[in-house]
């Protein structure tokens, strides 16, 4: 049984039956049927329909960004947001998706020879519950502009919104079983891989499952993309516009209550301006306003859920138990629901979870660097390698800093890490392999085929 918990009371939405081995393979049996015609549809064809999900996407907006916030708790507002991407990536890949996947001539040895992008078949996705909108949408509307169709293993806490997502396809007038949800716990996801007619697999969630996932898309042979952790460094250049930089760090630190594979999480401070950044930094932290998701006036809503909030006290003091300082924050809160303040750690340094670990939640861990040099060396002493920013004013120093010293698959200059469906989107190291958005995005689940004519 699937159970969705509103994390701000701690009371049960609903319940779902799993979906029994029978019913998966029917589902997966269906699937590949719907991509035998799905793949011979034009790009127009395609389009239209993606365009349709955009429209129902925008005309339920108020309702879909309402059982977000009730399932995960983030704040309404954040909650319309995502919605509002999501269907931007359904309308960007409706407009672009034929030209990325448009015949490349290639001269060669042939007469004409030229790559030709193929759909692969049905795509598992393995998705978390952080943007259990966004995190979707991004990997299904290139899947099916390719021309593949989608199975959607979703976050267990979450499966209101699978099933809606699931409606919106179907609504966009997508054959049904193009695109299905699973209703399934983590522990079912192997047997799903396993099944012939899944031709890959793309995960967006833990280093533990994306382990698990790899091993068993390495075992089957099959394609996989990972999307997994991070503990992305922000540098602050003692020559940094600090109001800048402050309102960037708390924004990336907080948004989706710190929820965010790419939230700003280790800030990396030259010694000489550190105090004024701290400074400055509490007093942001302690403005934002924490409470009822659902109450437009609040800037953090609860954790997502009650044991992960556990999970991230426990990280916090055995961080301060090794030394770190807590200058804000770092209390459980006596009220209902899965709350945690946002909370300052400073004089963080290696063999403390600050430092070390992902903290996923309202936690900042500064930690000071002697020069740029140093503040380098920290930022890449990290397993992971997903996101990272520096702050500057010295322009060129920040884009050769960047570009070629920080070892990140997403590197950002003066402002905070996001993701654009414009933009490639992954990383590196522990944080996973592949890329999505973008023409990298849409180019994951094709054959990338040669075709060579005498
Ligand atoms: P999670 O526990 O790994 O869950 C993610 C998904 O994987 C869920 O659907 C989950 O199903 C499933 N799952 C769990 N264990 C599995 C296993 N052994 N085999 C196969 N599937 C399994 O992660 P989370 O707590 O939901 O999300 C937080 C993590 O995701 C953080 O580390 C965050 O940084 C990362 N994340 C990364 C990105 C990115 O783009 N890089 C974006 C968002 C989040 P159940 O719910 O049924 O367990």
Avoid at 190 to 202: K, L, N
Avoid at 266 to 286: A, P, T
Avoid at 294 to 322: C, F, N
Avoid at 387 to 412: H, P, S
């Amino acid at each position: 049984m699937l159970v969705s918990i509103n994390p701000a009371d701690n009371k049960e939405i609903a319940r779902y039956e799993e979906h029994s081995e029978h019913e998966v393979k029917n589902i997966l049996v269906d699937s590949k049927t719907a991509f035998n015609s799905w793949k011979n549809t034009t790009f127009t064809e395609r389009s239209e329909l993606m365009r349709n999900a955009a429209a129902a996407l925008k005309k339920n907006l108020e309702e879909h960004a309402k059982l977000i916030t009730l399932e995960m708790g983030k704040p309404i507002k954040q909650s319309r947001a995502e919605v509002e991407k999501c269907a931007f990536v359904c309308e960007y890949y409706a407009n672009s998706a034929e030209g990325f996947l448009a015949n490349l001539n290639v001269h060669s040895d042939a007469e004409n020879s030229f790559v030709s992008f193929q759909p692969l078949g049905t795509i598992l996705a393995v998705m978390p519950w952080n943007f259990p909108f966004w995190q979707v949408f991004r990997f299904a509307a290139p899947a099916l502009m390719a021309g593949n169709a989608g199975v959607l293993k979703h976050a267990s806490n979450v499966t209101g919104c699978a099933l809606a997502i699931e409606g919106v396809f179907r609504d966009a007038g997508f054959e049904s079983m193009l695109f299905r949800t699973l209703k399934l716990p983590g522990s079912k996801v192997s047997s799903v891989i396993e099944h012939p007619a899944i031709q890959a697999v793309t995960l967006t969630g833990s280093g533990a499952a994306g382990k698990s996932v790899a091993q068993c898309a390495g075992r089957m042979l099959k394609k996989s993309v990972l999307e997994l952790g991070g503990s992305d460094p922000y540098i602050i250049l003692e020559d940094a516009n600090l109001d800048d930089a402050v309102n960037a760090c708390v924004t990336s630190r907080l948004i989706n209550g710190g929820q965010s594979c790419i939230a700003a999480k280790r800030f990396i401070v030259i010694e000489s301006i550190k105090e004024e950044f701290e400074r400055r930094f509490v007093e942001l932290m302690s403005q934002k306003a924490m409470g009822d998701p659902m109450d437009e006036k609040y800037d953090i809503g609860p954790q997502a859920r009650t044991e992960l909030r556990d999970e991230l006290h426990e990280q916090v003091s055995e961080s301060i138990s090794r030394g770190a300082t807590c200058i804000s924050g770092g209390e459980v809160p006596e009220i209902d629901g899965a709350y945690y303040p946002p909370t300052v750690l400073t004089n963080v340094t290696k063999g403390m979870p600050a430092y070390d670990d992902e903290l996923f939640g309202p936690v900042a861990a500064i930690i000071s660097a002697k020069d740029e040099e140093e503040a380098i060396v920290i930022a890449n002493d990290s397993d992971f390698g997903l996101g990272a920013a520096v702050f500057t004013q010295d322009i060129k120093r920040g884009e050769e800093i960047a570009a070629n010293r920080l070892e990140a698959g997403c590197c950002f200059v003066n402002d905070f890490v996001k993701s654009d469906p414009r933009l490639p989107f992954g990383g590196i190291k522990q944080s996973g392999y592949g890329r999505e958005l973008s023409h990298f995005g849409i180019q994951e689940f094709v054959n990338i085929k040669t075709v060579y004519r005498k």
